[in-house]
């Protein structure tokens, strides 16, 4: 069988040319060598940019016969397109005219395929012919029946940055043996879509400018006389391009004008006023007949018309060298398309036609797009440096493409999906790694309901994208029967030297980071604590702080937990004072980087961002300098803000835990727990509150602890050796907690989510991987207003609460009871000594003055020597003092104590000494919250006021300044005179 393009390619001269019409140009040449070069490489398709105008049809014309095609299928975007390349390619009319071939040449058998073949005869018949022109309707393989896979061996994609994903996607795929050559103007696209396969070659409008292939393009502004007048404008820009079209013509240019218009209904209308100002134009849009789109062709052809009204289509790639006036009624929304737009008209042609002329008003022109006119700007070098711009721009996402490669694809839906189709919040998660994460581990679930779509890896291993897909219905449906579809990207990138772990998610919950890090690095990862993130500022001039939060020391305050300050220097609001109740929570700002400001925020929960959305690539490029900003010696600048302290890396576990505190969101969820032994069926159910924790025991990097009730002690271990903070302890034991509704969490996930408080010795404390420091006051008496005393005499100050033990005599509960029964004005006395208690006692007074005062008593028998040797038993006070400031809220405490004296719920209820429900929630719940007070006490009557030394003076103090700061009214220290 023959082959016509391999039969005389012999016979096609390769000449650049000397004169007008004698050869190729120069970048005709260029792209038909790369194209020869790039195939004897690579095998994926190659991409060749040619600026608008250059002759792009002469490149398509010549590449079947330098690559010795068998048979070719030109990919054209539109039917008026298809019908001209056919043309065009029935005589070889552009090789003829730039005489690289004679008269003798012999035409190729050429079919315009119009419409799609409906039967495999139909496409056999496309067997006989050489070339087929074609739009991609008409020959997709998307569709059935599909042609052989082997019927074309070149196929050519002409206007290719038009072609939609996936319809590259189906002729790539179906056509797999076949050479594929995207020819374009634009090699890239505004929906960042990238044309698949290699830039080959890309002709500079510089070049193309100097080799004359352009003639020169004027501006002739519209005069407007008021820019809010759409159809004045339209009426100028109209009346402006007539009368250019006049001025040609009396030069004895034969010149038509193509108006561009913003939608098909504009079109229609501009035709209207250019009849009206004189001219004779005929509108073309998507829903113009075929026969209508004809005969308008062959009137401007003619001269029957003077023009033509359109939005893109009609002038999108089509060869008509007399379309030298352009009426930009709707100018493009960037620089580069406007260029590409003006480019068409500017190529040279004969001596019948001149010089190019845009006509637009200045008021209607974009910004980037102005710059055409400022004085001295050459047209050609603009389009150079943005087409550069954009080329680099493709260059770094082809090479994201390339870095990122699919690994896991659940379903064909998202075979268009790449990583350039997925912008990211700068926004990143940050874990410490002991070993490399493997992001091979993931499966068909993320977390415990995400679908994994589609992931990509890199061949190191360190970078990982996962998009997922969730069907979960909505929250307020109260079925199945809607379900909401949400896709969401993470990507992970791990670096090696800094052995830190970023993730960036477009789903940003605690407990989804953890399951992430658990799956690609288990139990060898932790958080990274706000000492470090904090450095996110490192290296940044003149910070500037927009938000600020501060976080009260007295964690689980009722009072004000947390501050937040804003405005344009936020950080100057920050006083003095700040620093005895607060330590910084987070930051967001600016700062100077090398001349360039730009925003950043840090938090105490492992967390940088900045606002501002990025690609894939800027997303990889702003965690790289996050990263060696973390990690880098450079100090952090001076501010205000620095006036109150920052929590430190917890990277030693204070020997001496006192006790510890659950965090805010048990209080105020009062959250169920259920546990029970290994193998065994029944759970044992529990408010969360109900527990405690206790027995804590230090040991290097670990922090054992049990949480208890009066009937079972579940042991737990608190770890900074890597992986979730806590775990498990005992295996034999399983524990969960509900965090919605049926919706059952294991308890040390949750509690690595939400870290409890615990408080050390030295009056440090911590929670997660943040260490909040001592106070800086330290006090060193307790003034008077701090103490109450009673005269304990009679009562076994020895024993707390079992009266067995005391020989006859009152526990010191006893006697606290009997003493707060007989105050007057008590209202409501609660018992409430136990495993998760609020107080040992609740006491509720109504005072004369109409306030409600609600007091908290913390007991303990005294233990050691008299006075200063009791501190192990103000150890304990304090730490339930610390605890209490939690129930300074009058809706928690009405509910703890409402639950408390639940029989149903509990062996050995709480009890009311005086009063009951109906009157404590009363007082509690209907009290204006001005006159309702609350006071804390620490009952500790083996301690005289006078003999309490400066070590005892200070924890008691701190105590009391701990539950001013965190909601009571007032505290005290209830001990003997």
């Known amino acids: ?220 502004p519209a005069i407007v006389e008021n820019d809010q007048d759409e159809d004045g404008v339209d009426r100028a820009i109209a009346r402006a391009a007539i009368q250019q079209l006049r001025d040609d013509r009396q030069a004895s240019y034969d010149h038509r004008l193509f108006a561009r218009a913003s939608s098909i209904k504009s079109a229609r209308k501009l035709v209207d006023i250019y009849t009206e100002e004189g001219a004779k134009v005929a509108a073309i849009d998507s829903q113009t007949a075929k026969r209508r789109q004809d005969q308008i062709e062959a009137d401007l052809l003619a001269g029957d018309l003077d023009g033509i009204v359109c939005v893109d289509m009609f002038g999108e790639g089509y060869d008509f060298p007399k379309l030298k006036i352009a009426a930009l009624h709707s100018p493009h929304r960037s620089l580069v398309p406007t260029l590409q737009f003006i480019g068409r008209f500017a190529r040279t042609t004969d001596v019948a036609t001149g010089d190019a002329t845009l006509i637009a008003p200045t008021s209607r022109l974009r910004d980037a797009t102005s710059k055409l006119f400022e004085d001295g700007v050459d047209i050609a070098t603009l389009i150079d440096d943005a087409a550069q711009q954009k080329i680099a721009e493709g260059a770094i996402d082809r090479k994201i493409l390339e870095v990122l490669k699919t690994k896991i694809q659940a379903e064909s839906d998202y075979d268009a999906v790449s990583p350039l189709s997925l912008k990211l919040y700068a926004h990143t998660r940050i874990f410490e790694c002991a070993t490399p994460p493997n992001f091979n581990q993931f499966s068909a679930i993320i977390g415990r309901k995400l679908k994994l779509a589609k992931q990509w890896i890199s061949d190191d291993g360190l970078i990982s994208l996962l998009l997922t897909v969730d069907h979960e219905p909505p929250n307020w449906a109260t079925s199945d029967v809607l379900v909401n579809v949400r896709h969401d990207a993470f990507l992970l990138a791990f670096n090696a030297t800094t052995q830190l772990c970023f993730i960036g998610s477009t789903r940003r919950t605690d407990r989804l980071y953890i399951d992430l890090m658990q799956t690609v690095c288990k139990n060898q990862h932790r958080p990274i604590s706000f000492e470090t993130t904090r450095r996110a500022v490192a290296g940044l001039g003149d910070l500037r702080f927009y938000n600020v939060g501060l976080k009260n020391t007295a964690l689980n305050a009722q009072a004000e937990s947390y501050r937040v300050l804003t405005g344009p220097r936020a950080e100057r609001a920050v006083t003095e004072g700040d620093s005895r109740a607060f330590v910084q929570g987070h930051f967001f700002g600016s700062g100077l980087d090398e001349g360039d400001r730009e925003t950043i925020g840090a938090s105490s929960s492992s967390r940088v961002w900045s606002n501002k959305r990025l690609t894939v690539s800027e997303y990889l490029d702003w965690i790289t300098k996050i990263n060696g900003r973390l990690n880098s010696t450079v100090g952090i600048s001076a501010s205000q803000l620095d006036l109150v302290q920052h929590s430190r890396s917890l990277k030693a576990i204070p020997p001496a835990i006192i006790g510890g505190s659950w965090h805010k969101t048990a209080y105020r969820h009062a959250l169920r727990v259920r546990y029970r032994r290994a193998g065994q069926s029944e759970w044992r159910f529990t408010q969360i509150t109900d527990l405690e924790l206790g027995a804590f025991a230090t040991a290097g990097q670990e922090l054992s602890f049990n949480i208890e009730n009066d009937d079972d002690s579940l042991p737990f271990i608190f ?130 003055d109409n306030r409600v005062v609600v007091s908290l008593y913390h007991c303990k028998g005294a233990g050691g020597l008299p006075s200063g040797g009791r501190v192990n038993d103000v150890y304990e006070v304090t730490c339930q003092l610390l605890k209490s400031v939690v129930y300074c809220d009058a809706a928690i405490l009405a509910d703890h104590i409402e639950h408390r004296i639940n029989p149903k719920r509990h062996k050995k209820p709480s009890t009311f000494i005086v009063g009951d429900l109906d009157r404590a929630k009363s007082l509690l719940l209907n009290t204006p919250a001005n006159q309702l007070v609350f006071s804390v006490f620490g009952v500790q009557p083996g301690i005289s006021k006078a003999a309490i030394n400066d070590h005892l003076a200070d924890l008691m103090a701190f105590s009391l300044d701990y539950v001013l700061r965190g909601g009571a009214a007032t505290g005290k220290w209830l001990i003997s005179e």
Request: aromatic share 10%.
């Open 1 to 220: 069988m023959t082959n016509y393009f391999l039969d005389h390619s012999v016979d096609l001269p390769l000449r650049r040319l000397t004169a007008p019409n004698t050869g190729f140009r120069p970048g005709q040449l260029g792209a038909l060598h790369s194209v020869v070069s790039h195939f004897s490489v690579y095998d994926e398709p190659a991409i060749v940019s040619l600026p608008t105008g250059y002759g792009k049809t002469a490149v398509i014309m010549a590449l079947p016969f330098v690559l010795g095609a068998r048979q070719l299928l030109v990919v054209e975007p539109s039917d008026v397109l298809r019908r001209q390349t056919a043309a065009h390619f029935t005589t070889l009319s552009t090789l003829r005219k730039l005489r690289i071939i004679n008269d003798a040449f012999p035409n190729p058998a050429v079919l315009g395929q119009k419409g799609r073949p409906t039967t495999a005869a139909e496409w056999k018949r496309l067997e006989s012919k050489d070339v087929v022109v074609s739009t991609p309707a008409s020959t997709s393989p998307v569709n059935e029946p599909r042609s052989t896979n082997n019927l074309f061996d070149l196929i050519v994609f002409d206007e290719a940055h038009h072609a939609p994903a996936n319809t590259w996607a189906a002729y790539i795929d179906h056509y797999r043996d076949a050479r594929f050559v995207f020819v374009t103007a634009t090699p890239f696209r505004r929906d960042k879509k990238t044309i698949p396969g290699r830039l080959a070659y890309s002709y500079p409008v510089s070049r193309a400018s100097r080799e004359k292939a352009f003639g020169r393009v004027s501006f002739r």
């Open 719 to 848: 770890s900074l050796g890597g992986g979730p903070l806590f775990r498990s302890a005992e295996p034999s034991w399983e524990s969960e907690v509900m965090t919605h509704q049926d919706d059952w969490d294991d308890l040390a996930i949750w509690l690595s989510v939400h870290p409890p408080v615990f408080y050390a010795s030295d009056k440090s404390s911590f929670q997660g991987i943040n260490l909040f420091p001592p106070p800086l006051i330290v006090a060193s008496t307790l003034a008077d207003e701090n103490v109450e005393t009673a005269d304990w005499n009679g009562c076994a100050i020895t024993v707390e609460f079992e009266t067995k033990n005391a020989n006859g005599r009152p526990t010191v509960h006893e006697f606290l009871a009997n003493r707060l029964r007989d105050q007057p004005n008590t209202e409501a006395l609660i018992y409430d000594h136990r495993s998760g208690e609020a107080a040992d006692f609740i006491a509720i007074t109504l005072e004369a």
